[in-house]
Structure formats: structure tokens, C-alpha cells
């Protein structure tokens, strides 16, 4: 690649093009490509690396055991729900969704439907994507869910051109919806070519639309998918050619602890994934639903033994609280990352 032109673009601020996105992948030394997207995502997030407290709350028939669980886990110091239907599908949503904001605090994000669900939803809708939009922003939602780390048969299915139609109804009625695009092996020219065009569509919109707060790169679920460098290397392309998304994720239920970490280093500054307070995790605490979920002091770890000062944040990406960084005597002698 012509190393020394990107980057000045990197230094200065340009835009990278499709060539240099390409020429990016094509890259044999990660420690550079790595060192020219930690240039981005400090230029974004300075030394700070976030993380949010989220649950997910599955919506059953009795409305009341769903809002007193919402309350409880509130009262925990969980900023962020993230509802799912379950078998009710689309019946109930809006009214489940009002029910839920009337008794939480505004601090707490409701989201709820992957743009899959949406245009599924919208097949039996009246007034399609729009009229399901409509009906969740009215009832008080606050975004769309990402997608999780399977791929479902919806996700597969949805074009292009109405996952971007949806993206822009969301934005367009003031819903956040992350972004996220999946990725296998990228050892093949073809496909290092196609992820770089799908990132560059993605760039357009969001020129467009605006409204994308984080972009989470999604590992296909398969064996072998992608080898650790082709994962890193595909955070720090991704970094380099989003310059209008403020932040990029690493989810750690889908990379792996150290894997996240790693990315850490290669642009992204946040990790994402199930995440609670205090001492709920790891069957120490009571509440349900914390499954095998990292408490809040496992991520400061993390982040601090990653070198970056953890942040927590809101539902509605704002920053919540901020901790010690990494202590400076510690770090003058070479330490393990923990995992």
C-alpha cells in the first residue's frame, strides 16, 4: 500500500477511499495498521475506553411482571433495557413499551427489534416500516437493537436497500439504532473487497442520515470464520474508513474477552456485551437474567490492563462515569493482559 499517503490522510483528517480501504486490508504489518486506527479512535475518545450496564428483557403476556423487573434492575444501576418479544412477536410491543417508560427513569434506554424485526413487522402493518416506527417512538422508545452475535434468517434475508430504508425511518423519527455489518474470513481479495463497498455504503448513509452513535463489526457464527489478525484487522479498516461514527465496539461474548481487548488497540473504544453491577454476576448477586454476564468491576480491569481509562455510559451514549485510568507506576514495567 502507498503507506505514506495514507497516512498523511489519517494525520490530516481525509477521507479514505474505496483504494485505500482496500489497500488497508492488503496491509502485512498489523502493529501499524493498528497504530494509524488508535490514532482515529483517540482522536474520537481520547484515552477512554466505554462500556454500558444493559439487560435484556424478554416481554411475557403479564405487562406487571415485566415492569417490576424493569424496576428492580434500575434500581441496580442498569441504564440501558433492550426488550425482546419472545413468542408475542409484534402483539402488545407499543403498549408493553409505554408501560415500561412510564415507570423508569428517563436515564434508562429502552430499545427494542433489530431492522429485521422491523421489516418483518412492517409486512403486517398498515402503514409498513413507517407505521411500526411511528407506533414504538409515540410509545416512548429510544432506539432499535443491534443485532446479535447468530445471524438469523431475517438478517440474511434483508437486502440492502431495506436495511437502509429502515435506517433512515429510524433516524428520521429520532429512534438511534447502532450499526452493524457482518464479516466471515477476509483472506481473499473478493472478500476484503466486498467488506471495504459494504463499510462504504454503510459511510454514505450515515452521511445521509446521520444518527449512528456505534458500529459494531459482527463475526459470522461459524467455525473458522476469522483467524484473531483478520479480526483486528478488520476493526482497524473499519475505524479508518467510518470517520462519521463517533465510536466502534467489541463485543466480547462474540470475540472473545482478550480478542476484545486486543481491539481495544486496533480502534475500537467500547466493549460491548452483557454487562452487570455490583455483585449480580457469576451467581453473586440475586437479580435474574445476569446469566454469565461481567460485572462492572471485571470491565475495569479489562480496560485499565488494556492501558485506557474505563467510561461508563448512558442508554443514550452520554457519559455516566468516569474512573481511574491505569495506574502510571504499574505500567512503566510491561503487565499481562488478564482474561
Known sequence: MDAADIERKV???????????IALYDCDDLARLGGLAHQ????????TARFAVHRSLELT????????????WAAEGVTELRLTTGGTGWSGLPDAVRALRDALPAEVALTACTVADVAGFAAGHAAGASGVLDALAEAGLDGLCAEGPVETAAEAELSWEERARVLRLAYGKGLAAACTLRYGSVAGAAERADFV???????????????????LPLRRDMPQSATGAEILTTFAVSRL???????????WTLHSVQTAQLALQHGADELAGPVVDGEQAQGG????????????????????????????????????????GPDPQRRETPQPMRV
Do not use: K, M, W, Y
Open 285 to 324: 448477586g440475586t437479580s435474574e437474567g445476569a446469566g454469565d454476564a461481567l460485572t462492572r468491576e471485571d470491565l475495569l480491569d479489562l480496560i485499565t490492563d488494556t492501558g485506557f481509562r474505563p467510561v461508563q455510559r448512558d442508554g443514550h451514549h452520554a457519559e455516566l462515569r468516569s474512573f481511574p
Open 11 to 21: 494525520r490530516s483528517g481525509e477521507r479514505l477511499s474505496r483504494a485505500d480501504g
Open 241 to 251: 474508513l467510518l470517520d462519521n461514527v463517533p465510536h466502534l465496539a467489541a463485543d
Open 197 to 215: 463497498d459494504r463499510l462504504l455504503r454503510l459511510r454514505d448513509l450515515l452521511d445521509e442520515t446521520g444518527g449512528c452513535q456505534v458500529f
Open 61 to 72: 403476556a403479564d405487562p406487571g411482571e415485566a415492569v417490576a423487573r424493569a424496576t428492580r
Open 40 to 47: 482515529v479512535r483517540t482522536r474520537h475518545s481520547g484515552d
